[in-house]
């Protein structure tokens, strides 16, 4: 099917009660037949669209949500809260509600004996790595982090920021940082390149673009992930790409790069999935079912 053509049916947008004082809007998309090979169950993931931490919607978020879903996943988007109005931990707060949300949910929405992960673009990628840690911390298991072009250092100072003629105080994305982090600069989940344990969190796929400006940063967390002994995939995607601009645009789903990133999530999920084998029902009369095992259960 044409990506620039899906029907609307393809998702639908509602309200979800987390348990916050309003409800939060999101948008399911289902998942594309075939995608991941499986029949009754899906990967199911929680994505935060990008935006500098100050914009960004479902409408944005479209292209990332999609190429999750053509990946063979169940994929839930969430309008998170926006910066300045609502700094940090605003936006990390509603995900991680969402997330015990969906945990309870997540067999009616991507069937019995699903995982969970998180995904992100650039500064959703903040959040969902910000959330993989947080997750971490609560003992809510987590069967991976998807992170595209990753905004994960305020302090700007890398390589390929200068390349890109980004970094400078008046950018899109030093505003956005400047917004975002109010006095909580140095908190691990509001800059995860920064956190000082990194041990444990969830495995990783990390893709950055050769002319993305956020490719240093995206590098040097995926390494400093592996140092902490987390399985991580790193792709470096050949420019050009446009990310992480090109990352909103739904035009992009066209692109030589999504031919290259789409077989990596789809194995990604898939190995996250074969983690988390199919709930067992027990014949008629042997007791109470299983619960639903397995090392990445989520």
């Known amino acids: 099917m044409n990506a620039l053509t899906l029907p609307t049916a393809a998702w639908r947008d509602t309200l979800v009660d987390a348990g916050l004082d309003a409800p939060l809007a999101v948008r399911i998309h289902g998942a594309v037949d075939g995608a991941c090979g499986a029949k009754t169950r899906r990967p199911l993931v929680l994505h935060l669209p990008g935006g500098s931490f100050t914009g960004g919607d479902l409408d944005s978020g479209l292209p990332t949500a999609r190429l999750l879903a053509q990946s063979g996943a169940v994929v839930v988007s969430l309008d998170y809260p926006k910066a300045p109005a609502q700094p940090f931990p605003a936006a990390l707060q509603a995900a991680g509600a969402l997330l015990r949300w969906l945990r309870r949910a997540r067999t009616r929405l991507a069937g019995a004996g699903t995982a969970l992960w998180v995904a992100g673009e650039e500064a959703g990628a903040n959040l969902a790595a910000g959330l ?55 908190h691990p989940y509001a800059a995860p390149l920064h956190a000082a344990r990194l041990a444990h969190v969830a495995p990783a796929l990390v893709a950055v673009g050769e002319d993305d400006p956020l490719r240093d940063e995206g590098l040097a967390y995926a390494q400093a992930l592996q140092a902490a ?65 397995g090392p990445s259960a989520a």
């Open 132 to 186: 993989a840690l947080w997750a971490r911390d609560q003992g809510l298991p987590l069967a991976g982090q998807v992170l595209l072009s990753p905004l994960l250092d305020p302090c700007m100072a890398t390589a390929s920021l200068r390349e890109a003629g980004q970094g400078c105080g008046d950018c899109s994305i030093a505003r956005g940082w400047v917004a975002y982090l109010g006095r909580q600069g140095d």
């Open 229 to 293: 002994g987390v399985a991580v995939q790193t792709r470096r995607l050949a420019g050009p790409t446009g990310w992480p601009w090109a990352l909103s645009r739904l035009s992009s789903l066209q692109a030589p790069w999504v031919a290259e990133l789409r077989p990596v999530l789809q194995a990604f999920l898939a190995e996250g999935l074969a983690c988390c084998p199919p709930v067992r029902r027990p014949a008629r009369g042997a007791g109470h079912p299983a619960p639903e095992a």
